[in-house]
């Protein structure tokens, strides 16, 4: 109830005073507030340059070599050549060599947070996609309940993971556990998730439900399953004459324990058989110029980690939160590149100092969540009255009060009585007192015109804006790039908007009709355009192919642009033509499309390379058919990308049990099946309400 009752009277608020069709929560509006303070503190960071340096040493006694790294960081690069400068004919020895036995414990079993967060790093489901699964698991009877926070077994469990482990692994390989649950606010109300038959091995089912499981069932084991030990050994390398010193380590499996099961080992990092005070050849030094790394962005499950460890929300919950604050709006799931830089290795080899350049890629992001920047505005304008409700301790208190509830220890309407009463008359005073706020910020004005740049969020997402709504010409407007936000753009990046964004950068002329070509951003992203906006005749646009950029393409690529899609030839009777789409450059021939490959250019293909391409098409696609039906081309029983049979209709796959044999099915078995998965067209219809009767 109080969760509704927060939900329903922000949400209200934030329609009225920021913008329509927002929702806020109690556990939602915190979970987008991590999102916007990490992405802040990414924004304010300033990464520093440093240099780390390494040698290779060999030992004269074996001839074996090996990498150390020196202990020191440099922060200049003349600390660096002073170093290597100062190194005339070093003489390099063993210092100390330590050995020292280490262990690796086996994690607990899977409570929800830690399988959507192991699903999501050895598998890369999202957190919605693996409760999905794991729902499909239990229904069917494979698992058992999989909302749960605890991680304890029962006896039963136990005792039927110690019968397989011995089995399987011999009686050294098992060692008997008990966890307790270290999460805040945990229920514990059911088992930890776990394979309702540990024995069996593997299940029949899909192949996200056969992976799954097998994680579970590893898990599960491994709980029960004795330590990994290792022998490591730590070398320490010094210069005769210095303070300098250069550390090796390296580590052998000795025992692999539950690592037997469990996780993919790591090849051992060998070092050769050194003595302490043994001499060492240098081959050479080499220091790499470093940049220190902003905090990480959260993926889908570190975000549930966060979550789980402040406390916030409840094993159920976290699935459904991030769902609704995507589908709000307020965060983008996706990867994004990264930036290239110039990184300098500087080299001392055989008494000569070099130096070399080599371009790396820093900060690439893979399926990370990025917070929009209505994200910021609402979390902004909630901090500002509503403090207490995003406040980290007051949602896990608020869980606390929950687990008292249940626990008969508090009233519960007296609890929602205590809170709800300020929280209204707060809301009251909100709506009738705050401003409105679109994260607006005025940046300054335009050198040319003298008119007023702004930011702020706009219908379709945030703008920059030229003028003002009161001037007797309208204001000019453009769309920020996706990595772009209202706090942090500047005016010399809002002009190159407005620059780009009318009619963009003027190329040229077209030879042909006379029309001016300019390049500029659309809504959807870069595109070359033929003509005037306000012509009777509308403009030609033409996407940017990959590797264009409005600051480098030039008129002759432009005009090439338009020229699709072409013509590329006539196969089989049938006209091949090349095109760019919403997934990039393809081939069109009989109805079909084809994907062209990274090497291949829609503006050059030729028609031989085109007939290679649609063969290979054709030919991957009779590999992949199981069976057609001559009356209904519509549906056709295939192997999907993963090489499993099912039926493909409407562009949509319906994965088949391993129970079935797919040459065997019948017509009419297919359209059962569709029925079953999709139901039919009635079921999807909403009946019309009944109309009363006049009295």
């Not at 074996?62 to 960081?73: C, D, G, W, Y």
């Not at 060692?175 to 606010?185: A, G």
């Not at 110029?289 to 959260?298: H, T």
């Not at 402040?310 to 604050?325: D, K, L």
Request: proline letters at 4%; charged letters at 35%.
């Amino acid at each position: 109830i109080l969760d509704r009752l927060v939900g329903f009277e922000l949400s209200s608020v934030l329609w009225r005073k920021v913008q329509s069709k927002l929702s806020a929560g109690r556990v939602q509006s915190v979970a987008v507030r991590l999102l916007v303070e990490r992405e802040r503190e990414i924004n304010s960071f300033k990464p520093e340059v440093y240099y780390k340096m390494s040698g290779d040493f060999q030992s004269f006694e074996n001839n074996q070599s090996f990498k150390a790294s020196l202990s020191q960081k440099f922060k200049t690069e003349k600390e660096v050549r002073d170093f290597l400068k100062s190194l005339k004919n070093p003489e390099y020895f063993v210092a100390d060599i330590e050995k020292k036995p280490s262990k690796r414990t086996p994690s607990a079993p899977f409570t929800t947070s830690s399988l959507q967060q192991e699903a999501g790093r050895r598998f890369g489901f999202p957190v919605g996609k693996t409760m999905r699964i794991a729902q499909k698991l239990y229904e069917a009877g494979q698992i058992t309940y999989m909302r749960t926070d605890s991680v304890n077994l029962s006896s039963l469990a136990i005792n039927t993971a110690k019968d397989t482990i011995i089995k399987e692994f011999g009686e050294k390989y098992y060692k008997k556990r008990i966890y307790k649950t270290k999460s805040k606010n945990a229920q514990e109300a059911h088992e930890a998730i776990r394979p309702t038959y540990i024995q069996n091995k593997s299940i029949h089912a899909s192949s996200d439900e056969e992976r799954l499981y097998d994680l579970i069932r590893k898990r599960t084991l491994a709980s029960q399953m004795a330590d990994a030990e290792y022998e490591r050994t730590n070398i320490t390398v010094k210069i005769k004459n210095s303070d300098y010193k250069f550390t090796a380590s390296g580590e052998v499996l000795i025992f692999p324990g539950f690592l037997k099961i469990y996780s993919a080992l790591n090849e051992d990092t060998l070092l050769p058989l050194l003595k302490k005070g043994e001499k060492l050849k240098g081959l050479y030094l080499e220091a790499i110029e470093q940049f220190s790394k902003y905090p990480p962005r959260y993926s889908e499950s570190a975000l549930v980690k966060q979550l789980e460890e402040n406390g916030i929300g409840r094993p159920s919950t976290y699935a459904p939160t991030i769902s609704t604050i995507e589908n709000r709006g307020y965060m983008i799931k996706e990867s994004r590149p990264g930036i290239e830089k110039e990184v300098l290795h500087i080299i001392l080899k055989d008494g000569k100092i070099t130096e070399k350049e080599e371009r790396k890629t820093f900060g690439v992001e893979k399926n990370k969540l990025f917070p929009t920047d209505i994200a910021m505005v609402v979390t902004d304008f909630l901090k500002d009255n509503f403090q207490n409700i995003i406040d980290y301790n007051f949602t896990a208190n608020v869980e606390k009060q929950f687990d008292e509830i249940a626990g008969g220890k508090i009233v519960w309407h007296k609890m929602i009585d205590g809170f709800y009463k300020d929280f209204h008359k707060k809301i009251e005073d909100t709506i009738e007192h705050a401003e409105r706020n679109a994260g607006e910020r005025i940046l300054g004005n335009d050198p040319e015109s003298g008119k007023q740049i702004s930011v702020r969020l706009g219908k379709y997402g945030p703008v920059v804006q030229l003028g003002i709504q009161d001037e007797d010409t309208k204001p000019q407007f453009a769309s920020l790039r996706k990595d772009q936000h209202i706090e942090n753009i500047t005016l010399e990046e809002a002009l190159e908007l407005i620059k780009n964004s009318g009619k963009g950068r003027l190329l040229g002329k077209d030879p042909i009709s006379g029309k001016n070509v300019y390049v500029r951003f659309a809504r959807y992203g870069a595109v070359a355009q033929l003509g005037e906006a306000d012509d009777k005749e509308k403009p030609k646009y033409a996407g940017l192919l990959k590797g264009m950029t409005i600051d480098t393409v030039t008129l002759e690529q432009a005009l090439e642009l338009f020229k699709l899609p072409r013509d590329v030839g006539m196969f089989e009777e049938k006209k091949v033509i090349a095109a760019v789409g919403r997934f990039g450059p393809y081939i069109r021939h009989d109805s079909k499309f084809v994907s062209l490959k990274k090497t291949d250019d829609p503006l050059t293909i030729t028609i031989e390379r085109a007939e290679e391409l649609i063969l290979e098409k054709r030919d991957k696609d009779k590999k992949r058919l199981i069976k057609e039906f001559k009356d209904d081309d519509t549906i056709k029983v295939i192997k999907d990308r993963w090489g499993k049979p099912c039926i493909f209709t409407n562009k949509k796959y319906i994965r088949l049990s391993p129970e079935i044999k797919p040459e065997n099915l019948t017509y009419e078995e297919c359209l059962k099946i569709i029925e079953k998965e999709f139901g039919t067209k009635d079921k999807t219809k909403k009946k019309k309400p009944t109309r009363k009767p006049k009295k």
